[in-house]
């Protein structure tokens, strides 16, 4: 057993039952899914019916061996080791507490029942000393150390991260601030497996924020400052700052936020303009994840006309990979049609953009299909 990954009262509790009460112990074993209800709840197929889960427990517990001991008081216990339970058997809403049971390693976590069973920390779980490894070594090493994680133990990471800095950022130290933040401009975007559906940058955009907020923030700044210039991750620079300095622009109450000067805010700006400006310079269009949210970026922080003069100059390849991007997953139809040559109005000149569409159409040189969509966009632009 791995002391430090799991929590003490909880661990000796258990002890206690597997000599006393050893079927009340198997009991708890068998049963992760029904006790950790409302915790992972989104990935059971089972029911999230309050009811339900309440009588399923009852009957559980009638099928125990347990006659000495009053219902009362097994549901009771239980709800000393699985705090979450209360919603059942109380109508108390503590899922406040989630990210602090997470961090304190409560057998009511789904990250952390099985240690608790196996003596060890299983392999799809990551350890206290393989986290305390990766997140106080330096930027270099942390990312080095983070992508040699299989996919799943990335997003375990990360999301542990997460609930420690809620709970207690305090533990980190300036140079541990620097690091992370360094660490998630590089590899923001290349948490889990590509096929993931969530989208894990806004849980890394949430650390970089929950970590900087309560710093002084002259010393916020500069580690912000400093991540974004040593980066060369273009697509997780943008998708980061836009979030972190957008949220300071809106007209709504600011807890979440690092709370920069806008002297600050103009100077990130610039930098990130400037990189990207520098990137296209020496690369292809094609080689960002998202070139069209990268152009809006160079747009909205930088200078219109400087992203309308790039565009007279990008490829024709590169102006039929936009068009695609923009009615992808939609119909040929007018409106979508419509909708996207309005979007590009944003970054090119009318003009700019009948001379793209003319030049491929007579060039002849491209497949069938582009053609036609480059020849559908060509007909409703002279409509």
Request: hydrophobic residues 40%; contains cysteine; negative net charge.
């Amino acid at each position: 057993m791995v002391r430090d990954d799991v929590y003490n009262v909880d661990y000796y509790a258990l002890k206690a039952l597997q000599v006393f009460l050893p079927e009340f112990y198997h009991f708890i074993k068998k049963n992760k899914d029904l006790l950790l209800y409302d915790y992972q709840y989104s990935i059971n197929s089972r029911s999230n019916d309050k009811e339900i889960i309440k009588k399923e427990l009852a009957e559980a517990i009638n099928n125990l061996n347990l006659s000495d001991i009053p219902i009362q008081n097994v549901e009771s216990f239980l709800q000393v080791l699985f705090p979450n339970l209360k919603r059942i058997y109380t109508n108390v809403d503590n899922r406040d507490y989630m990210s602090e049971w997470r961090v304190n390693k409560r057998l009511c976590t789904g990250n952390n029942f099985d240690t608790y069973f196996k003596y060890a920390v299983p392999s799809w779980e990551i350890s206290k000393e393989e986290f305390d490894q990766i997140v106080y070594s330096e930027t270099n090493e942390m990312i080095k150390r983070i992508l040699t994680l299989p996919p799943n133990l990335q997003i375990k990471f990360i999301s542990h991260l997460d609930s420690i800095i809620r709970n207690e950022h305090y533990i980190f130290h300036e140079n541990n601030k620097k690091s992370i933040t360094g660490t998630m401009y590089c590899i923001g975007n290349k948490i889990g497996d590509e096929t993931d559906v969530y989208p894990y940058i806004i849980i890394v955009e949430r650390i970089i924020v929950n970590l900087l907020k309560t710093m002084d923030v002259e010393k916020a700044f500069v580690i912000l400052k400093n991540a974004i210039t040593k980066s060369n991750n273009l697509d997780t620079i943008c998708e980061l700052s836009c979030g972190i300095l957008h949220d300071l622009e809106k007209d709504e109450p600011k807890e979440d936020i690092i709370n920069l000067k806008k002297s600050h805010v103009d100077e990130l700006k610039l930098i990130i303009t400037k990189k990207i400006k520098n990137f296209l310079i020496s690369n292809d269009l094609s080689e960002l994840k998202m070139p069209l949210f990268i152009l809006q970026v160079w747009k909205n922080f930088g200078n219109e006309k400087e992203v309308k003069e790039y565009m007279e100059t990008i490829s024709e390849s590169n102006f039929i990979m936009l068009i695609k991007i923009l009615i992808k997953n939609k119909g040929l139809d007018e409106i979508s049609i419509s909708e996207a040559i309005d979007f590009l109005k944003e970054f090119m000149d009318i003009k700019t953009l009948e001379n793209k569409l003319d030049n491929i159409i007579s060039s002849k040189q491209f497949e069938k299909e582009n053609l036609e969509l480059v020849e559908s966009f060509n007909s409703i632009l002279k409509t």
